[in-house]
């Protein structure tokens, strides 16, 4: 099993499960940080003292306080880490469902594991760690099922030009005009209509705002 884990958790309570489960898988060398400006200092001092920690536990989510931080959220100590340490293994424990953020931290930086905080979290937490340590990679349900979802529909550069445009505002008659100053085609009023009307009829929509509502929720725009 892994020699040397960290934690990265704001929740006391929360980080001291965390501490409290990994140990019952037979890991002593765990450390644990509050914020994410620590976590990553800790991870440069294990390189420094050639001890690197072999994988990383992180939440998502950290409230601001009276402490300026850097890092603001873990997506940002992900990020820092795996520049920093490429071969670091990391499992997301988050609370944050969002299948474009799930799919944004494993298409960009690759991670290992990503468990929904929830009724079955600990038990899902072990079979994780276990999992990321056999070089396998584990993704709650409610993960798999999101980013599925989110996957069913495939938005073209020529989709999210049109409906980032509704997002701003800019009414359909007058969005050909942006089309043709990016270069992007069909540039017809004609095929804008036609295209959202296959949009909305594709993800079950009635109305633009629908759909703009959608992408802004999924961050797909």
Known sequence: MFEKVLIA???????????????????????????????????????????????LIADLSFAADQSPQQ???????????????????VLVFSQE?????????????????????????????????THIYQK?????????????QYNAYDFSTFDLAIISQLAQGTLQKDIPTYLQKKGLR??????????????KTELEFTKNEQLVAYCKDHKII
């Open 186 to 199: 069909p540039t017809s009023l004609s095929s804008i209509e036609k295209r959202l009307g296959e949009i």
């Open 97 to 129: 469902t969002n299948p474009a953020v799930a799919k944004n931290l494993i298409d960009q930086f690759g991670i290992n594991g990503y468990v929904c905080k929830g009724r079955r979290d600990a038990e899902e937490l072990k079979e994780a760690v």
């Open 9 to 55: 958790e704001d929740q006391q309570s929360v980080n001291f499960s965390i501490q409290h489960m990994v140990k019952e898988l037979g890991m002593t060398g765990v450390s644990h940080a509050y914020y994410c400006d620590d976590a990553l200092a800790r991870l440069k001092t294990g390189l420094r003292d050639n001890q690197p920690f072999e994988l």
């Open 136 to 148: 396998k990679r584990y993704f709650s349900r409610e993960i798999q099922q999101a980013i599925r």
């Open 71 to 89: 890092l603001a959220d873990g997506a940002a100590l992900i990020a820092a880490a795996k520049q920093l340490q490429p071969a670091l293994q």
